[in-house]
């Protein structure tokens, strides 16, 4: 006699004594299947036509617009917030505006 173990728990199993009738009864009646039409879809296919907002390439250009808005204006804000470009009487103010020596300073003056 065959027995049917069945999980009742992760760490609990249950032994069942299988019937012969029910295991025979198990087996397939037929061994060579042969394939048979295709049911007819449930839901009839339309061509009804997708709004633009289910479209992927719809959000990929939203995207691409806000990506292009977000990198402007951070270009623009770091752009606006650089300092004022140095000159020889920032620098040397104190002296009259004129510095006794410069180092790789195009403005320069000094003598």
Same mark, same amino acid.
């Given at each position: 006699m065959?027995?049917?173990?069945?999980?009742?728990?992760?760490?609990?199993?249950?032994?069942?004594?299988?019937?012969?009738?029910?295991?025979?009864?198990?087996?397939?009646?037929?061994?060579? *299947? #042969?394939?048979? +039409?295709?049911?007819?879809?449930?839901?009839?296919?339309? =061509? %009804?036509? /997708?709004?633009?907002v289910?479209?992927?390439?719809?959000?990929?250009?939203?995207?691409?617009?806000?990506?292009?808005?977000?990198?402007?204006?951070?270009?623009?804000?770091?752009?606006?917030?650089?300092?004022?470009? *140095? #000159?020889?009487? +920032?620098?040397?103010?104190?002296?009259?505006?004129?510095? =006794? %020596?410069? /180092?790789?300073?195009?403005?320069?003056?000094?003598?």
């Amino acid at each position: 006699m065959r027995a049917l173990t069945l999980i009742v728990a992760s760490a609990l199993f249950l032994a069942v004594p299988a019937r012969a009738d029910e295991l025979a009864s198990d087996r397939p009646v037929e061994t060579r *299947l #042969t394939p048979q +039409a295709a049911p007819a879809p449930a839901v009839a296919l339309t =061509d %009804a036509p /997708v709004p633009v907002v289910k479209r992927w390439y719809f959000w990929v250009g939203v995207g691409a617009v806000v990506t292009g808005i977000v990198v402007a204006s951070i270009a623009l804000s770091v752009q606006a917030s650089k300092p004022p470009a *140095l #000159t020889e009487s +920032a620098v040397c103010g104190a002296n009259g505006g004129h510095c =006794d %020596a410069c /180092v790789n300073f195009a403005a320069c003056t000094a003598k």
